[in-house]
């Protein structure tokens, strides 16, 4: 398993984005265009030229060359290499992106921020919550849902529900396991962790779900400029 971190507003600012329109599928760009405002916009692009530079990287692949499809409940998967799996997610002008070779994967970032009642929020999707819920339990709690259902490819709305969270008074959230079939046989394992506010990027808590054990800290790849990686 590896993830990928890339500030999306850190991309080399003085180098036109149309230098890799190429690189671009027209659906990408047609969706990209579709977007109010320029800001949006240019993340989601900045975002899509990321995921096909990075996963064409590591395959020794032109990242134009680079096929994307998705299943029918929207879980990305690539049809030439069906070994790879990948999961990516954007909250602000960040973007977590990971592959593994082991099997499916979900992963999920969401920029700290205050949620007004974060419980009745996520009761919404989670409704068994138990005692030990705290406030600061959502982003963790959050995250873990979202990288499982990713993972799954169950959707939120119909996955969530599968999902059974450990919650701790500490209000540190776990994963205990994912009810129902899966893709691929083992066991469902993750974790979330706080990735600190650096320079012009704000904190965000991350979360991966993985076929397998997840062990030690979510340690991304910090990928800026032209996509340099620095790990």
């Known amino acids: 398993m590896r993830t990928w971190l890339v500030d999306l507003d850190d991309l080399d600012a003085d180098e036109p984005d149309r ?5 671009l599928t027209e659906e990408e760009r047609w969706r990209g265009a579709q977007f109010a405002h320029p800001l949006p916009a240019r993340r989601f692009l900045r975002s899509r030229l990321a995921v096909r530079h990075l996963l064409g990287e590591r395959l020794g692949v032109p ?6 499809a998705r299943l029918p409940d929207g879980k990305p998967y690539l049809p030439d290499h069906a ?23 979900g992963v999920d970032i ?27 339990s959502f982003l963790p709690a959050w995250t873990l849902l979202e990288a499982a259902v990713k993972a799954t490819g169950r959707g939120l709305s119909r996955g969530a529900r599968d999902v059974d969270l450990r ?34 990027t704000p904190a965000a808590v991350v979360a991966v779900v993985v076929r ?5 800290t979510i340690a991304p790849c910090v990928s800026t400029g032209r996509y340099e ?3």
Do not use: K, M
């Not at 397998?212 to 030690?216: A, D």
């Open 83 to 105: 070994g790879l799996h990948i999961s990516w997610s954007r909250s602000g002008g960040l973007l977590l992106l990971g592959a593994s070779g082991s099997g499916s994967i």
């Open 110 to 136: 969401e920029v700290r921020r205050p949620v007004p009642s974060p419980l009745n929020v996520l009761a919404t999707v989670y409704p068994d919550l138990p005692a030990a819920a705290r406030p600061e």
């Open 167 to 200: 919650f701790e008074a500490t209000g540190e959230v776990t994963l205990r396991g994912i009810r129902g079939p899966g893709p691929g046989p083992g066991a469902w394992s993750g974790r979330t962790d706080v990735l600190p506010a650096r320079t012009g």
């Open 229 to 231: 990686q620095v790990c």
């Open 212 to 216: 397998g054990e997840v062990t030690g």
């Open 63 to 68: 990242p134009a060359e680079l096929r994307i």
């Open 19 to 23: 230098a890799d329109e190429g690189v």
